[in-house]
């Protein structure tokens, strides 16, 4: 990643009409690669007299400026640059670092963001802008930015971590990490507190939100925390109030005998889509790059029709219309609109296994109701192992670890979706799907702020 002390000039021709401009600037160029950087310098001086217009000349006297620390000269000199090529985004980077070193933060921003528009997929951009945004003052616009950047690169925010990071690097990675954790945390918290007001139907409204209050953002919450119950591990949203438990029983869940009833139904409808040609897609998708997943990415051994998935709806959910009937009596979680956040049929291949993983929260339940279960198929939730039979409903808490088996010669299928945990009343509810819905507004809005 290029830092403000290693910057790169342009090295591509100046302008085709001037052959003795870029003759000195090759011959320039080949000194600073050499180290005869104060002899170099002459030779784009020169190059100047011959074309005012020669960009790379420009460019090499600015960096030649800012690495002596004459940041001022070296903000003149790429201002002329941009003047005269405005379309280059290292230009306008170098730009904005030289001006962030002259104490210029809102000269500094413009350049950034006018880098960051003609190169948005850029995460060393990113950085560069959101750390100059919170430091002019500007935490929603950093906020945007650093989330933004974090999504493009993996390694966005890994400079804080690395022993061999450019300091530069390093402490604009620790502000992006403290600024993304501030901004959902206090996302998280003025949520709930609209939640609060907009319940004011029922008194004591807030004291009943204290779990929620309380919940835990596991990847982007401001303080350390730890989990408090063995290999229970969510890896996105964890309420540390709720009671953690494995299997929740039956009798705990009011509507179960309703959806079970509806088994052979269901059964017979996911027999005729199959049978119809209705696709199996894999379940883990060939994008993930977790090597715990490596022996199901992209492989229908573990395979799903989808009806709903990411609160939208599938093509397949029209095959299913009386499935989607007989389940609207059970306690499924849905997103505003009423659509499910996911519902699908699972189908485990015989020899198929499901390696130990945790899932993304524990507020919910995932429900199985078994539709064809052989013999040797077989579930793991931390230390309980389940064998499912078919109509009978299984709901468990996938944040704890948990794997799966088909140990013998023919497909295991089970309907799946997810309940919410029936410890959480109705308010609570309430309060945690605007939480999730607040925070998906704000991703799904985001976007560079304008030069």
Known sequence: MQTPNDQKPMTSPASQGSAAANDLIEHGASLVRAGRVSEAEAYFREALHHDPNAVPAHAFI???????????AAALAYERCVQINPSYPDLWFNLATAREKTGDIDGAVDAYLRALHLNPKDARIALFTGAALEAAGRREDAAMVFSLGNDIDPAFLAG??????????????????????????????DSVAESAGMST???????????VINAIWVQTHDKPF????????????????LE?????????????????SATEVIRNEYLAAASNGAQFAPYVEQSVSAQSWRELRGNTDWSSIHLFKAAQE????????????????????RVEGGTPIELFFSRLKPGTHIPPHYGACNNRLTVHLPLIVPEACAIRVRDDVHAWREGEIFAFDDSFEHEAWNRSDRDRVVLIFESHHPELSTIERFAIERAFEARGRWLKHRRIPPA
Do not use: C
Request: proline letters at 8%; charged letters at 25%; aromatic letters at 8%.
């Open 62 to 72: 600015a960096s030649i400026a800012f690495r002596g620390s004459q940041y001022h």
């Open 160 to 189: 804080m971590d690395r022993a061999d990071a450019h300091p530069e690097v390093r402490f604009r990675a620790i502000t992006a990490d403290r600024v993304i954790r501030r901004h959902f945390t206090q996302l998280h918290a």
């Open 244 to 260: 953690a438990r494995t299997i929740t029983p039956r009798e705990a869940l009011p509507w179960v005998a309703a959806v079970e």
């Open 226 to 241: 730890t989990y408090g119950t063995r290999k229970h591990e969510p890896s996105i949203f964890y309420m540390p109030d």
């Open 201 to 211: 139907g029922h008194a004591g409204a807030p004291a009943e939100l204290a779990r």
């Open 314 to 333: 599938a093509p397949n959910a029209r095959l299913f219309p009386r499935t989607l009937q007989a389940l609207e009596a059970a306690d499924i979680v």
